[in-house]
């Protein structure tokens, strides 16, 4: 069974770089029919899709957050990081990373997120 | 982007009742909606997948149907376990959005 757990600091200044890291257990990061995700929720809120990366380090982003976002994968930890640039008290939230699994059948494909973090909140300020 | 609008955005409802959430997208999605359920201070759990497919080792009294645009939710009669915040996500085209969220208390 997968297990996700991610890590990072639970105060970032404004203008600075929030970065996080996904630790992926019970499994191997290098799995051809995965993405690994990021998804955040700031407080008392919906859900956003930041971005996905597969082990290769192909990536889908969010263009609402492309140009401050950097995302990576270290399969020799396991890992998967992103780094958020110049954040703002906007990017507040609790934090998810989760595999998005795709479900093929004939010429169509689905994708939903699985293996959820337990998330953790980062706070913007100073 | 497009956009996913749930209804209502809260409900009351007691143990037993049959409870409908819609979800509608901003655009034809065919059937590319996913449900989750999310109880406070946790992490999202998948529910549906592909508007109708029932993840595994979620209760049968779950269901959802739907295509094109409008998308429901049904849980066939509410047990305490269902009190929880339940979105919808569509996962036809970059970037993945969710609906806002409707939440389902106790009455």
């Known amino acids: 069974q997968l297990q996700l757990q991610e890590s990072g600091p639970g105060l970032v200044k404004p203008s600075e770089t929030l970065p996080l890291t ?8 290098r799995n051809d029919s995965f993405y690994w995700g990021w998804i955040r929720q700031p407080p008392g809120k919906g859900l956003e899709w930041i971005g996905s990366i597969d082990y290769s380090g192909n990536t889908n982003n969010n263009p609402s957050l492309k140009s401050r976002l950097n ?12 780094k958020l640039k110049s ?15 795709s479900v093929i059948r004939g010429l169509r494909q689905w994708y939903y997120f699985d293996y959820w973090s337990q998330g953790t909140l980062v706070t913007v300020s100073s | 982007d497009i956009q996913m609008t749930q209804s209502p955005s809260s409900l009351s409802a007691s143990v037993g009742d049959r409870v409908t959430i819609t979800c509608r997208a901003s655009q034809n999605i065919i059937n ?27 209760p049968s009294r779950f269901s959802g149907s739907g295509s094109g645009t409008d998308f429901s939710l ?4 509410l047990q305490p376990e ?26």
């Not at chain 1, 630790?23 to 191997?28: A, I």
């Not at chain 1, 008290?89 to 595999?99: E, S």
């Not at chain 2, 049904?74 to 009669?77: D, P």
């Open chain 1, 71 to 82: 995302m990576f994968v270290d399969t020799s930890k396991n890992q998967f990081s992103l």
């Open chain 1, 87 to 101: 954040v703002t008290g906007a990017d507040t939230a609790v934090y998810y990373c989760a595999v998005r699994i």
């Open chain 2, 82 to 107: 269902d009190f929880a915040t339940y979105f919808c996500q569509q996962s036809h085209t970059v970037p993945w959005t969710f609906g806002q969220g409707t939440k389902v208390e106790i009455k």
């Open chain 2, 32 to 58: 590319y909606v996913n449900w989750y359920q999310q109880k406070p201070r946790k992490a999202p759990k998948l529910l549906i997948y592909a508007a109708s497919n029932l993840q595994s080792g979620v």
């Open chain 1, 22 to 29: 996904c630790t992926v257990s019970g499994g191997s990061i």
């Open chain 2, 74 to 77: 049904t849980i066939s009669s």
